[in-house]
């Protein structure tokens, strides 16, 4: 009978552990979206405010900001330094390639972050300036978006494995 509890007791522990490492992923996202919005704001002041070279502005950043999202400005700064002739866009789709796997956002969030290649180091100051302002508000709602997915979800995926470790628990007493 010891032995059924204990194994009941396992069961219940891996699937509410499941549930919460499930979970997690919304969290995650979120905390990489949100330092994205970040380093797109410090990317913004430093090349409008302080005329700063790209390499450089995203090197700073990537040592200001910590995670997944920091790796990639990082990543971004050295392909560009390495001077083998990527543009910015080809320097972010490398430094993105390397550094996926440690991301917790969606193909929608991606191609946000694509574009962002694709938008800076191309024009003026001024047209840079305005393109990372626009950027901002679609990340903005892209982070409205997945608070909402977070708030949904996380509560949903934790109660589900536990309920689930619960009715195997039953099942196998």
Known sequence: MMLKIAGAILIVASCSMG????SNKYIYRLDNLKSLSICIEMLRSEIVYSHMPLPEASRIIGEKVKGPIADIFSDFADVLRSRKGY???QALE??????????SINEEEMDLFRTLGTMIGTSDTINQEKSLNL???QLELLINKAI????????MYRNLGLLSGLGLAILLI
């Open 148 to 155: 909402k997915e977070r708030d949904k979800n996380v509560k």
């Open 87 to 89: 543009t910015a866009h």
């Open 94 to 103: 490398v430094a993105l390639k390397n550094n996926a796997a440690k991301l």
């Open 135 to 137: 950027l901002s508000k």
């Open 19 to 22: 549930g919460v490492l499930y």
